[in-house]
């Protein structure tokens, strides 16, 4: 059993040194966002400062960019700096004046031989002017810096951008999943950006992934996932048990917490599909039905984007024995 995690350990990591792109620069995975929608950002650091390793990355979050959170690194210690905003801003009727204006992860180990995303979300404000919007960047190491920050368009240092656009756009897109779904609203909860991948033939397990909301005063649980494309719907989590990261089922399902968000991506919380009963096709709507403790069912179509073979970071192979 250690050897067969170690073999596909080893795999996901070949296949994510492999695939990961070649960038000169640190940008932005989605590069574009609609006014006034959520969006979640995938910093993409591809290489140190010289052949240094990064310890620590830190990202300026502008004025229009609200209700921000990210998402802790295993290995790294995440810190927020807040502050006051210059307006006024609402989020699911509460008024927001002052929130997170710095993320920093710190003390960690990226060596230039490798590469690594750094990930957050909030909202864009729908008062911002459509074109670029930069999230200036620090990569910090031992002896000096890569300074990300040049928001000139001409720079040799450009700040990651993301491109504004009006309404009609799913700023949810994930990994190529652009004709996800808008947001369902089930009680309290708001679903959003849901996809799931096309596998290859004979694959025996697929990953779902969303983007839950509570809006509501009271804790509510992700508790059953069914699919009629597989023999068994699981939630699953991937933890750091000492020095390794392992995934794992999770019986009892999943808190949301009270005016959290919650998101199922690859690398993270995600849905399996297990026992898959045929290969899911590009661009095919696969039915999933969401139980919740207290909102109850609802059911919905998870859009299959990309190939697995294009995506390591939701490789699964550890789970070939179930």
Known sequence: MIGSFARATLAATTLIALT?????HATLENPKASLGASYKAVLRIPHGCGTEATHTVRVQIPEGFYNVKPIPKAGWTLETVTGPHQNTYVNHGAQVSEGVIEIVWSDGNLPNEF????VFRGTFADTLEEGPFHFPAIQECANGEEAWTDVSGSGDMPAPSVTLVAGGMDAHAHHGAASA??????GDL???????????????VAGGFLTLTNNGTQDDT???VETPVAKEGQIHEMAMEGDVMKMRQLPDGLVIPAGETVVFEPGGYHLMFMGLTDPIAEGAAVPVTLTFEKAGTITLDLIAAGSAADAPAADHSSHMGH
């Open 115 to 118: 590469y690594d995303e750094f």
């Open 190 to 204: 708001t679903i959003s950006g849901a996809f799931t991948r096309a596998t290859l033939p004979n694959a025996p």
């Open 222 to 224: 992700l508790i059953a």
């Open 181 to 186: 779904p808008a947001e369902t609203t089930i």
């Open 20 to 24: 990961a792109p070649a960038l000169a």
